[in-house]
């Protein structure tokens, strides 16, 4: 996956009647010539990857503003504006490398603008700074996961890289290997209709927890009656009955509203097909009542607080 930072820049103009534009010096304007460059530098700067997995995405080191602000009311000349852009950080590239490369675009851009060449916009770092990273595809975690999600889903997952940075970067760099792995669509991410299915969610669980188990099967550790370890290996096999608990009262459900579905006749003599409000419209599960997807979700979601518990400890 890629990295990414996040700096605010600033440009100054000079304020003006709206009236006698000519006197002022819009920041706006300076800015969108700026911008201009620095979309062509990171154009340029994405086509050395050589990576076949980063040479799939469209652009694997982005560049995007996500604020802008700036003026003080519509009848002045714009004197200032300030945006906030997140800016890729290559595989293999140092933080500070990436810092210095888009200082150095930056100062490059506005030195072909004579305003900005005399006003030099301001480059601040003021967001999260993470680093890209990879795993080994032939490591035995990415072999375990796999062989698990086959295992739930029938198919082996697909590996992908992402333009999106990431705490895995922290983890390589300490020395424990990691991957992302999990439910849902990237692509739909930050949308205004983000969402993801609890079906799905739910398969991800009996994935991560067949995976712990068998890493923790294999681990060559020698565990006392006292180690943390122990007992979190024996949550992960309680959670494993866990699952498949609720897998049979689903089963169990399902099958009990189809049989009452075939028996209870409607007025034309026909099987009326049940309705869930607001059912997932990818989910392949059979209907059941809003009262019995009501007590299977509280179910669920209390799983799912003990899965999200046990990970993160």
């Given at each position: 996956?890629?990295?990414?930072?996040?700096?605010?820049?600033?440009?100054?103009?000079?304020?003006?009647?709206?009236?006698?534009?000519?006197?002022?010096?819009?920041?706006?304007?300076?800015?969108?010539?700026?911008?201009?460059?620095?979309?062509?530098?990171?154009?340029q700067f994405?086509?050395?990857?050589?990576?076949?997995?980063?040479?799939?995405?469209?652009?694997?080191?982005?560049?995007?503003?996500?604020?802008?602000?700036?003026?003080?009311?519509?009848?002045?000349?714009?004197?200032?504006?300030?945006?906030?852009?997140?800016?890729?950080?290559?595989?293999?590239?140092?933080?500070?490398?990436?810092?210095?490369r888009f200082?150095?675009?930056?100062?490059e851009a506005?030195?072909?603008?004579?305003?900005?060449?005399?006003?030099?916009?301001?480059?601040?770092?003021?967001?999260?700074?993470?680093?890209?990273?990879?795993?080994?595809?032939?490591?035995?975690?990415?072999?375990?996961?796999?062989?698990?999600?086959?295992?739930?889903?029938?198919?082996?997952?697909?590996?992908?890289?992402?333009?999106?940075?990431?705490?895995?970067?922290?983890?390589?760099?300490?020395?424990?290997?990691?991957?992302?792995?999990?439910?849902?669509?990237?692509?739909?991410?930050?949308?205004?209709?983000?969402?993801?299915?609890?079906?799905?969610?739910?398969?991800?669980?009996?994935?991560?927890?067949?995976?712990?188990?068998?890493?923790?099967?294999?681990?060559?550790?020698?565990?006392?009656?006292?180690?943390?370890?122990?007992?979190?290996?024996?949550?992960?096999?309680?959670?494993?009955?866990?699952?498949?608990?609720?897998?049979?009262?689903?089963?169990?459900?399902?099958?009990?509203?189809?049989?009452?579905?075939?028996?209870?006749?409607?007025?034309?003599?026909?099987?009326?097909?049940?309705?869930?409000?607001?059912?997932?419209?990818?989910?392949?599960?059979?209907?059941?009542?809003?009262?019995?997807?009501?007590?299977?979700?509280?179910?669920?979601?209390?799983?799912?607080?003990?899965?999200?518990?046990?990970?993160?400890?």
């Amino acid at each position: 996956h890629a990295g990414a930072m996040t700096f605010t820049l600033t440009v100054e103009g000079r304020s003006a009647s709206a009236g006698h534009k000519q006197n002022g010096q819009s920041a706006l304007d300076h800015f969108f010539v700026l911008y201009q460059q620095l979309e062509l530098a990171a154009k340029q700067f994405n086509q050395y990857e050589t990576h076949p997995r980063l040479r799939e995405l469209v652009s694997p080191y982005p560049i995007n503003v996500g604020t802008i602000s700036g003026g003080s009311w519509p009848s002045s000349v714009m004197d200032r504006v300030q945006v906030q852009i997140h800016v890729g950080v290559a595989l293999g590239e140092s933080l500070d490398a990436a810092e210095a490369r888009f200082r150095k675009t930056v100062q490059e851009a506005a030195a072909a603008v004579p305003w900005l060449a005399q006003n030099p916009p301001k480059v601040e770092l003021s967001g999260g700074r993470y680093a890209a990273s990879e795993v080994n595809p032939e490591h035995p975690l990415v072999k375990v996961v796999s062989a698990s999600a086959e295992k739930v889903f029938g198919r082996p997952p697909h590996q992908v890289a992402s333009a999106s940075p990431s705490d895995m970067a922290q983890w390589i760099e300490l020395g424990v290997p990691t991957l992302i792995y999990g439910p849902g669509n990237a692509a739909a991410a930050h949308t205004p209709n983000e969402w993801v299915s609890l079906d799905t969610t739910m398969q991800v669980a009996q994935v991560l927890v067949d995976a712990c188990a068998t890493l923790l099967a294999h681990s060559t550790l020698q565990l006392s009656e006292s180690d943390p370890l122990l007992s979190q290996l024996r949550e992960v096999n309680l959670l494993k009955q866990q699952i498949h608990q609720i897998e049979r009262q689903k089963e169990h459900l399902s099958a009990g509203q189809a049989y009452h579905a075939s028996t209870v006749p409607n007025p034309q003599n026909s099987v009326q097909p049940a309705t869930v409000a607001n059912q997932d419209p990818t989910s392949t599960s059979p209907s059941i009542s809003q009262e019995q997807q009501s007590e299977e979700e509280e179910e669920e979601g209390s799983l799912l607080s003990v899965l999200c518990w046990f990970f993160c400890s």
